[in-house]
């Protein structure tokens, strides 16, 4: 079997134990926290040992030798093996909660240091890996919801573009991990109607009501084809990846619906995976 090799970096705190713990329920040997100057020769000892599917994850801990996490990812390909890596991240406040309600300290803290310090210093470190490969935002997700997306993302053919549509509420704030944000909130709401503001774009009632919207339809028709035109460009340069956030105030009726229409747009063509971050 070739062997499979799931690299996963990020922020303290954004969840990499949790995605680690996932790829171990899914048969993976899981490594955590390898320093990154022997991860290629410690991956090579283990598929030489048998392990077909390995879970490593590489953080700042590492410090200034996360750099060489680039030429580890080359030299995985050079050799044929399947690999992946991804990236977690999650808002400042959310990190900053996330270290405040199990009061451990933040692994770069030297006593002198704040959580937000750190937390910058960190954003520093990993700067050059951020935009390596797939992103997560965790921020706002339980740790079940990145469970569940890391295990979907295994069964994504890595020889092929894989669309992710987000659908999110601006007043929850921007997804990190969007390539692309279409702002969607110029189209009527279904919200102000008191039969559709407890439902969401997946009940047919609000699907009725936005498949006769013109503005509606004229804002899927451009997106849908601004993808279209650009997705060439975006596999020429060797992105596997390409996630596009579709905003709406809450995050429940416009974005949801568009989201939904555009995965059924695209899916005869790409992987297309979709991800509701307020219905999660």
């Given amino acids: 079997m070739e062997p499979h090799i799931i690299l996963i970096s990020g922020l303290s705190g954004s969840g990499k134990t949790v995605a680690l713990r996932a790829m171990e329920d899914s048969g993976f040997f899981a490594m955590d926290n390898l320093p990154v100057p022997f991860a290629l020769e410690i991956i090579s000892g283990l598929i030489k040992r048998g392990e077909s599917k390995i879970a490593i994850t590489l953080d700042a801990r590492s410090g200034e030798d996360i750099i060489q996490l680039p030429l580890i990812i080359r030299k995985l390909k050079d050799n044929k093996w399947h690999n992946h890596f991804i990236f977690l991240d999650a ?6 909660r996330r270290f405040s309600e199990t009061r451990r300290p933040h692994p770069l803290s030297d006593g002198n240091l704040s959580i937000l310090e750190c937390i910058t210093v ?23 919801t990145l469970r569940s997306r890391m295990k979907d993302y295994l069964n994504i053919d890595a020889n092929q573009l894989t669309l992710f549509f ?16 279409f702002d969607v909130r110029c189209i009527p709401n279904p919200f102000y109607d008191p039969k559709l503001r407890t439902l969401t774009g997946q009940n047919i009632e609000v699907i009725n009501f936005l498949e006769n919207n013109p503005l ?23 992105r596997t990846t390409l996630t596009v956030a579709i905003g709406c105030t809450g995050g429940q009726h416009r974005s949801v619906y568009l989201a939904d229409k555009l995965k059924l747009f695209f899916k005869e063509k790409f992987n297309v995976q979709v991800i509701h971050r307020e219905l999660t």
């Fill in 91 to 96: 808002s400042d406040s959310d990190l900053i």
């Fill in 122 to 144: 960190e954003r520093e470190l990993l700067s050059g890996v951020t935009d390596m490969g797939y992103r997560i935002d965790t921020t706002q997700i339980t740790p079940n």
């Fill in 166 to 181: 987000e659908s999110f509420g601006f007043k929850h704030g921007i997804p990190l991990d969007a390539d692309f944000v």
């Fill in 216 to 238: 509606a339809q004229k804002m899927f028709f451009d997106v849908s084809h601004f993808i279209s035109n650009w997705t060439t460009a975006f596999v020429k340069d060797n």
